[in-house]
């Protein structure tokens, strides 16, 4: 059984940074990519950056590349998400989610593992 938790989220004012963390156990491959997603209240779930099984590629959302990194430990199974200058829209549900193929994917759809969600509420 894949288990996929968050960690790392919280209440932040605009213009501050938060650092997700996200740790994932019982994979039963060794190359998995994995990915971030959030969900706004209203919203439908957005894609926000994922990165592949060694770090060696990644791939953001035109609106996070130049604000957040992904990156990934992969002797640890974790993968963390640096979100800086960031803006009271970044308000959502971040969830986190992997799959067992090594590239990564953008689409909500092409991750089979998902944790809880993690609530990160940026603040004006």
């Known amino acids: 059984q894949v288990q996929v938790i968050e960690s790392g989220g919280g209440l932040v004012q605009a213009g501050g940074f938060l650092i997700l963390s996200c740790t994932s156990s019982?994979?039963?491959?060794?190359?998995?990519?994995m990915g971030w997603f959030r969900h706004a209240p209203g919203k439908a779930r957005e894609y926000v950056a994922a990165?592949?099984?060694?770090?060696?590629?990644?791939y953001y959302a035109d609106d996070m590349k130049c604000r957040f990194t992904i990156s990934m430990d992969n002797p640890k199974n974790t993968v963390y998400l640096q979100m800086n200058s960031l803006k009271v829209e970044d308000t959502a549900v971040y969830y986190c989610?992997?799959?067992?193929?090594?590239?990564?994917?953008?689409?909500?759809?092409?991750?089979?593992?998902w944790g809880q969600g993690t609530q990160v509420t940026v603040s004006s």
């Open positions: 990165v592949s099984w060694n770090g060696g590629s990644s």
């Open positions: 989610a992997t799959r067992s193929v090594g590239n990564w994917g953008t689409l909500p759809s092409e991750y089979p593992y």
């Open positions: 019982g994979r039963m491959f060794n190359r998995s990519a």
